[in-house]
């Protein structure tokens, strides 16, 4: 099956300006996750969505960041303005519904801002 | 916050000998699950163990829970170069408002040398 695909994969910006990031997940996984992961550390949640209902968002700084998942399927992630502590991996994962499920991640889109 | 807490931050080790990494967590969990990333990539699912379980085995791979200890290791046997990656656990809390919450800790940079 095909893997969890993100773009970019890199992605350079100076700070105040708009990014995007977009994720297709898994066919089939209804669940769908965004993790951000600093150097050195584990991946943190974001946002998670099952379909297109975003249930748990309690960690994407919201002043800033958006997310979108239509028809359930893709999803984009959003920052405007960037500032430069955003700099990070964004990884998109999904998954089945169900508490025992694995996550099938992305590799990732690794963002710098200058 | 990060549920998990892994131990050793970094191990080094030299082919053919095994690797044991250990992880502690805080709260009753649903389950633990083991990942691994290369550098550059996304994670990759190992193993999920079941809070009513005390061992499992995958391949050259050998995880034990202690739910009294809230402790979790993974032993790598008879490690390879293509081994060296950064572990990561991660947990399933039992609260049912916290479904779906994977929560990593911050992984074991592991070192295969040849």
């Known amino acids: 099956e095909a893997g969890v695909v993100q773009s970019p994969r890199y992605k350079i910006i100076e700070k105040k300006q708009p990014v995007a990031f977009w994720c297709n997940p898994i066919s089939g996984h209804n669940t769908l996750y965004w993790y951000r992961q600093n150097l050195g550390q584990g991946p943190e949640l974001l946002i998670r969505?099952?379909?297109?209902?975003?249930?748990?968002d309690s960690q994407l700084p919201k002043d800033r960041f958006s997310a979108e998942r239509l028809k359930g399927v893709d999803s984009t992630l959003k920052i405007q303005p960037a500032e430069l502590g955003d700099s990070a991996v964004y990884l998109c994962?999904?998954?089945?519904?169900?508490?025992?499920?694995?996550?099938?991640f992305g590799n990732g889109t690794r963002l710098t801002v200058t | 916050s990060q549920q998990g807490e892994e131990d050793p931050q970094a191990l080094s080790i030299q082919e053919g000998e095994n690797a044991t990494m250990n992880c502690s967590y805080k709260?009753?969990?649903?389950?633990l699950q083991w990942y691994r990333q290369n550098s550059g990539r996304g994670l990759v699912h190992l193993i999920l163990?079941?809070?009513?379980?005390r061992e499992k085995h995958s391949g050259r791979l050998r995880v034990t829970l202690d739910t009294s200890k809230k402790s979790s290791s993974l032993l790598i046997t008879a490690s390879r170069a293509a081994d060296t990656a950064s572990y990561f656990c991660?947990?399933?809390?039992?609260?049912?408002?916290?479904?779906?919450?994977?929560?990593f800790g911050a992984g074991t940079q592991v070192v295969v040398t040849p």
């Open positions: 163990i079941r809070s009513n379980e």
């Open positions: 994962a999904s998954s089945l519904q169900s508490m025992n499920s694995p996550l099938h």
């Open positions: 709260t009753s969990i649903n389950n």
């Open positions: 991660a947990t399933v809390k039992r609260k049912t408002d916290s479904w779906g919450k994977l929560q």
């Open positions: 969505y099952e379909n297109e209902e975003a249930v748990d």
